[in-house]
Each structure stands twice: as structure tokens, then as C-alpha cells.
């Protein structure tokens, strides 16, 4: 019994091997062009991987999908047109500069001007509320004795 179960733990790893998707049949320049869209646009069940890079079956659907357009004589810009009216701009990996998309394009760098700005505005106001404030009686009697104390250690 002991041998069976370690030959079948033995096969778990080689059933477990994925291989690289290969090419096998039509144009290989017709593959070129649908691997060079897929991987312009996002798997969306993959989240983070493109279309060339995903092994889902959605991935693969869609670049099937791809190819049949291709083969109808669509060019490439009208197949990015229609996946793009079909599943949205979250579909691109860089989606166009439009109205809807303005904010994702420059909200980082606004954020960081902003940012820069907050923190400049407020080292500046803490800076003249130091400035502006004088030193009490207490804190300067306070301030006095340190400095007494500091000479007499040196001259010691």
C-alpha cells in the first residue's frame, strides 16, 4: 500500500506542469498581430495580467474572438474600438485621454502638487508662530540655567 501512494505522490508534480501556450495553426503573422493587441489590453478575470499573458478561459475567448475579427478583415484599431465599446475602458491598459478619464491620467501629479503644497503652507506657518511667539519669563530663566550649566561642565 505504502508504494502505491508513493508513486502517486511521485505523478502529482508532472500532472501539475503547465506548459507555454504554442501556436499551431493559421498565419503566424496573424498571431503576432492578435498577441500584439491582447497584450495592450487587461484579462478581466485576471486582474493584472493581459490577455497574452493570461491563461483563462475568458483570455483565450478573447483572443479567439480577436482573430475571427481579424480574419474578417477588421484592422486593429477597430478591434480595440469594439472590445473597448463592449467591456469599457477598464478593459485598456492605457485607457484614452477623454473627459471621464482626465482625473486618471493627471490625479497623481495633482495630488503630489497639492501635497507639496499643504506641506509647504504649513512649515511656513508653524515657522512664524515660532518666530512671532517670545519666550515667557519661566522658559527664559529655564533656557539661561541650561546654558550655566553647559559652561560649567566644560570649564570642569
Not at 502529482?12 to 498565419?27: C, D, F, I, R, S
Not at 492578435?34 to 486582474?47: F, H, N, P
Not at 495633482?110 to 519661566?138: C, D, F, H, M, T
Amino acid at each position: 500500500m505504502k508504494r502505491y501512494l508513493i508513486a502517486l505522490l511521485l505523478c502529482v508534480p508532472l500532472v501539475g506542469q503547465a506548459k507555454e501556450a504554442t501556436y499551431e495553426n493559421g498565419n503566424p503573422e496573424m498571431y503576432q498581430r492578435v498577441m500584439a493587441i491582447s497584450g495592450e489590453l487587461r484579462c478581466l478575470v485576471c486582474q493584472g495580467q493581459s490577455l497574452a499573458d493570461s491563461h483563462s478561459e475568458f483570455a483565450v475567448d478573447m483572443r479567439n474572438q480577436i482573430q475571427e475579427m481579424m480574419e474578417e478583415g477588421k484592422s486593429d484599431r477597430e478591434v480595440v474600438d469594439f472590445l473597448v465599446e463592449r467591456y469599457g475602458e477598464t478593459i485598456r491598459y492605457r485607457p484614452s485621454l477623454n473627459s471621464t478619464t482626465v482625473l486618471l491620467w493627471f490625479g497623481p501629479g495633482l495630488l503630489l502638487v497639492v501635497g507639496i503644497g499643504a506641506l509647504y503652507i504649513n512649515v511656513r506657518r508653524r515657522k512664524k508662530a515660532v518666530l512671532n511667539q517670545p519666550l515667557s519669563a519661566e522658559d527664559q530663566r529655564r533656557a539661561e540655567a541650561m546654558l550655566e550649566q553647559k559652561s560649567g561642565d566644560k570649564q570642569a
